[in-house]
């Protein structure tokens, strides 16, 4: 099994971004203004297929709205992730069952426990930035 990376240089991002179709956005906020809401409607106006990850919603951004990654049926090249670092592990753990390609912890989440278990298992880890804002710089 190949081990995955702890994923920074923008030649890296810029492959992950080219070869990735779905991204599992987990915690994204029903509410427009929200960061997350603004992302994931960015994303999927950029032909990503966008599928949204919130406890307690039906439907973001026209799609189907799942409560957890657990249960997203599949397959799953990126997961977005806006919960706060200390958060994160119980969603790597999730991550883990799904395997995604690429575990994107958004600008301000970080989580080294959940980089290393998730690396191990072959899943490439990127933390502490905003695909958002990479997508625009990397690709105009």
């Not at 920074?8 to 179709?21: E, M, N, P």
């Not at 072959?122 to 997508?135: A, E, F, L």
Request: with cysteine.
């Amino acid at each position: 099994m190949k081990t995955g990376r702890i994923i920074t240089a923008d030649a890296d991002i810029k492959v992950i971004l080219t070869t990735s179709k779905i991204i599992a956005v987990l915690g994204v906020s029903p509410k427009a203004d929200r960061d997350s809401y603004k992302v994931a409607a960015y994303l999927k106006d950029r032909g990503y297929t966008v599928i949204p990850v919130r406890p307690a919603q039906t439907e973001i951004l026209g799609e189907k709205v799942y409560p957890s990654l657990d249960d997203v049926p599949g397959p799953v090249d990126i997961v977005d992730v806006f919960r706060s670092s200390d958060q994160i592990l119980p969603h790597a753990h999730e991550a883990l069952r799904l395997k995604p390609k690429t575990f994107w912890m958004q600008e301000g989440i970080e989580n080294r426990e959940a980089a290393a278990l998730l690396t191990a298992a072959g899943i490439d880890v990127v933390m502490n930035r905003c695909i958002k804002r990479d997508h625009a710089r990397l690709f105009g």
